[in-house]
């Protein structure tokens, strides 16, 4: 392979964040940990919700879907860097790179235009309280959440494609977890003008765009807030937001902490910042949105118990 072009049919080889055994074996019981929580505290809040008719709103039903966008996200990634830390094989075919690749550009932004769907959730619940139920009918909910999947699909599918315009030379070493955008980039030895292009182009307008109407309707929803005049009513109203504020801080943070900087500088030392993002983010969803919320609490209590809902 060195030397030469990497192409349909080579491999590359995911090395990950340590070449040491001892490291090894640390990181695949805290990968292995992280992943059976994420996908527990996922199913659960799934399971849950789908379980308790009282929960059959937007707010849950945009929630449900974006459990079940994190539980498919870290499937796509962590139980083959599991096999990796255990196994003397690190090699990833191309294929299976490039189908790695897909799923993880994806489900991003899916998790990115659910997000902006429920900020406007929020935005409706909070300031025009009267006209909510007309507002995010059913029939709205599925479109918005169908436009998600189209955009994310689309959005994949175009990234993928022109990364099989791309050759590879030299080293098919990746020092780092997973098939990632900026690291097959790294590795290119013909001309990704076109792809970088089109990386910063798109990522603009299926990233900045839902990140700019969240920062709007926050706006409005701080400013209703501040306008009711009991301590009672605001904290109430907060509270119906505060959840998915945490959530969208800690997905864009984290994300920006890989993604906002020029490719030339990117490097593997960025891999923790993509533990956050990729791993991280997804576990501590499902504790965010039902770490306060009584409805959550109550549905997994009966589900729990075997109890039908009240």
Known sequence: MDGGNQSEGSEFLLLGMSESPEQQRILFW???SMYLVTVLGNVLVILAISSDSRLHTPMYFFLANLSFTDLFFVTNTIPKMLVNLQSQDKAISYAGCLTQLYFLLSLVTLDNLI????????????????HYVT????????????LCWVFSVLYGLIRTLLMTRVTFCG???????????????RLACSNIHVNHTVLVS??????????GFMITSYARIVR???RIPSATGKYKAFSTCASHLAVVSLFYGTLGMVYLQPLQTYSTKDSVATVMYAVVTPMMNPFIYSL?????????????????PK
Do not use: W
Request: glycine share 6%; charged share 10%.
């Open 30 to 32: 805290m990968f292995l």
């Open 115 to 130: 997000l902006a769907v429920m900020a406007y959730d929020c935005y409706v619940a909070i300031c025009c309280p009267l």
């Open 135 to 146: 507002a995010m009918s059913p029939g709205l909910c599925v479109l918005l959440l169908s």
């Open 171 to 185: 080293s098919r070493k990746i020092h780092y977890l997973f098939c990632e955008m900026y690291v097959l980039l």
């Open 202 to 211: 798109t990522g603009c307008f299926i990233f900045l765009i839902p990140l």
């Open 224 to 226: 209703a807030i501040l």
């Open 292 to 308: 306060r919320n009584k409805d959550i609490h109550g549905a997994l209590g009966r589900l729990l118990q075997g109890k039908p």
